[in-house]
């Protein structure tokens, strides 16, 4: 992401630093001379500090995070489920997911959390106590009587199946979830 914050240069901040001088020949703005020089490599370390400092408030933050990605990862125990993003804005992603779950068992909740992941699922409750009803629009197959007697009760698509690990990890310990397929 680029940055909101200035970005300096050394030339603005050798300005900067010269007209601080005061006035008189001895304090010349000839680029030749050992003054402008000496000035020149303040103004580098200025530069490298101001600009350091710039790029620790992007790494403060876990939406523009570069360099400290792996570190926010490991404060907030991921990958979790098996799941290993590549590309830095998908590691973004699901990195914001995690810090944004703050937990909740109602219906806009976890509707709201499945839209972190990219799903719209429709929640509702029942159909017995304690149950939750998701419909998710990835592919579920529930056994049926075509299916052999050893395949598994149900089956989600890869795509889906981060999201519902992370439902079955975060829902109230005393809960379930029903889940269905929206055609």
């Known amino acids: ?17 010269q007209q601080l001088l005061p006035p008189g020949v001895i304090w010349t703005r000839d680029p030749d001379r050992r003054l402008t020089l000496l000035l020149q490599g303040i103004a580098d370390e200025v530069v490298r500090a101001h600009n350091y400092v710039t790029t620790g408030f992007e790494e403060a ?3 523009t995070t570069t360099n400290l990605i792996a570190e926010w990862e490991r404060a907030c125990g991921l990958p979790e489920f098996g ?13 914001i ?8 068992a109602s219906e806009p909740h976890w509707e709201a959390f499945a839209l972190l992941y990219g799903f ?28 052999e007697c050893n395949s598994p009760l149900i089956t989600f698509s890869s795509v889906v199946m981060p999201m519902v690990l992370a439902w079955e990890k975060y829902k109230p310990a005393h809960t379930a979830i029903y889940w269905t397929h929206e055609v």
């Open 120 to 147: 719209a699922v429709d929640v509702e409750d029942g159909p017995w106590t304690f149950y939750w009803t998701a419909s998710c629009p990835a592919q579920i197959h529930r056994m049926d009587c075509n299916d």
């Open 97 to 104: 997911v995690k810090l944004r779950n703050v937990g909740g």
């Open 1 to 17: 992401m680029a940055s909101k914050l200035w970005t300096a240069t050394n030339a603005d901040y050798l300005l900067t630093l």
């Open 61 to 63: 933050d876990p939406q």
């Open 83 to 95: 799941v290993f993003p590549v590309l830095i804005a998908d590691r973004r992603r699901v990195l």
